[in-house]
């Protein structure tokens, strides 16, 4: 339930560590370049929450964990480029149409980074299938009549640094995109239609389509290859001004703002893109010349007592602040909040005889309503925003043991040493506003299985957008004829039991 899989960090250093002699270094984001579409209004994404329902095992969670945060450092405005930072995007998909005639894809929403690519053609080792079975789809720009390669000489290859010597008209536009663990995509970019779902009414939408810039990836390593969990490609969804949310916004079709509710309890939940009027939400500035969504921590408190940290401490690893990531599973913070936190909690139950799984998660055994014997814990932010995370958030079941879903970042990596990053752990059943305009973000504790409204910005008309839950794909299916069938088999070959 609380657990997702971590979206990938990305990290400049990295990148550019591993700058490849076949392709060039790429650091843009998905780059949107929409043709006018002449209605206008907000876009849905459906957003289907990956691990729901899922027994998936930790050390799988914390692997993809881990590949998340390489997928997050790949910001392009990044002035700070190396301090690996654990921004995760989604550890939830979304489903895309590219082409002409259109294909569907599933593309993990990752608001951690900022390139869009998909598996392409091109690919040898890339998956069929993934996640629950999902049919997955190479994309052929030969297949698509809208389809165009991107060269190296066009402004947005210049813009992400991809027009080196050597370039001329026809050569194309490279990408490398690094994550953190070492997996990567390669590739190159094309151009070409994508579809996506207008808000036309209440709890409606109309198919629209605008053309879009994103890698062809013909190379994946690491988790973005073949897995149980493959996806299609990755949606970024970073808040550089190339993404394709700047894009959409500066054609001036929707506000520059978007909000998701992970729906924790049933999987699935809400991604709108677009002027989000209910719920109203409190919210907290972003803290500038970062390439993630970094909010001030300002204190944390356990139950009714705050824990007695110097401000300072807030501020260690990057010194950037909290960054919120919907792509990262689990919740990372600096040794010095991070233990006393923890002690703190385990104080509510003495007797607790604590172990350690996979090296990596504390547990204990516990058999009782973990929200009567534990306490909330709410962080606090600048502007008096609060986030409070129940026992049932912050705990979590496995392997017949509770362990505690907070995470030690003074143990990670060089690059995530101390950082502080809030993932889905914290942020699901809650509906999480980005407003890129007013360069805030906030939330408010919601039901994800409902709806909120937005604004369409050319008519001023106001429209509920509703939760979704893509439905899973066929290898379930197929398990479950095949059990149905062994059922019959057995009904028919066996003699009643008298
Ligand atoms: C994109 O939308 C326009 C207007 O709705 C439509 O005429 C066109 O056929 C669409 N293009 C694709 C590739 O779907
Ligand atoms: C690429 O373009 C140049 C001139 O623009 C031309 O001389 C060359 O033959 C082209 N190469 C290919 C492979 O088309
Ligand atoms: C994006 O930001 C860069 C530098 O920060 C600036 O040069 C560029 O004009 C911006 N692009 C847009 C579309 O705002
Ligand atoms: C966040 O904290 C830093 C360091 O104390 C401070 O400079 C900044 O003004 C604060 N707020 C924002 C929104 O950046
Ligand atoms: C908080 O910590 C400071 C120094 O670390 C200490 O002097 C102070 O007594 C502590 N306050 C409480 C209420 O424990
Ligand atoms: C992380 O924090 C701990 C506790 O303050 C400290 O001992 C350690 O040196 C820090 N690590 C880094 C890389 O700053
Ligand atoms: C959440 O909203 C859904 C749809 O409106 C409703 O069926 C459900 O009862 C709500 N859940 C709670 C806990 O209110």
Known sequence: ??????????????????????????????????????????????????????????????????????????????????????????????????????????????????????????????????????????????????????????????????????????????YTEVYGDGSYSMGYFVEDVVQYDRVSGDLQTKSANGSVIFGCGARQSGDLGPSDDALDGILGFGKSNSSMLSQLASSGRVKKMFAHCLDGVNGGGIFAIGHVVQPQVNTTPLVPDTPHYNVNMTAVQVGHDFLNLTTDVYMIGDKKGAIIDSGTTLAYLPEVIYDPLVKKILSWQLDLKLQTLHDQYTCFDYSGSVDDGFPPVTLHFENLLTLKVYPHDYLFPFEDLICIGWQNSGIESQDKKNITLLGDLVLSNKLVLYDLEKQAIGWTEYNCSSSIELKDEITGSVHLVGAHSLSRGCSVNVQAIFFLLMALLYSLLLPPIL
């Not at 165009?148 to 000489?153: A, D, G, I, R």
Request: charged share 20%; with cysteine.
């Open 1 to 174: 339930m609380i657990i997702r899989r971590a979206t990938s960090v990305k990290s400049r250093k990295m990148e550019l560590r591993s700058h490849s002699l076949l392709l060039l270094l790429s650091l843009f984001n998905f780059l949107a370049l929409n043709r006018a579409n002449e209605d206008g209004g907000a876009g849905v994404i459906k957003v289907n929450y990956k691990f729901a329902g899922s027994d998936a095992s930790l050390s799988a969670l914390r692997a993809h964990d881990d590949v998340r945060h390489l997928a997050i450092l790949a910001g392009v405005d990044l002035p700070l480029g190396g301090t690996g930072r654990p921004d995760a995007v989604g550890l939830y998909y979304a489903k895309i149409g590219i082409g002409m005639p259109s294909k569907d894809y599933y593309v993990q929403v990752d608001t951690g980074s900022d390139i869009t690519w998909v598996n392409c053609i091109q690919c040898h080792q890339c998956p069929r299938r993934g996640y629950h079975g999902i049919e997955l789809t190479l994309y052929n720009p030969r297949d698509s009549l809208t389809a165009k390669l991107v060269s190296c000489t066009q402004d947005f290859c210049k813009e992400i640094g991809g027009g080196l010597s050597g370039c001329t008209a026809n050569t194309s536009c490279l």
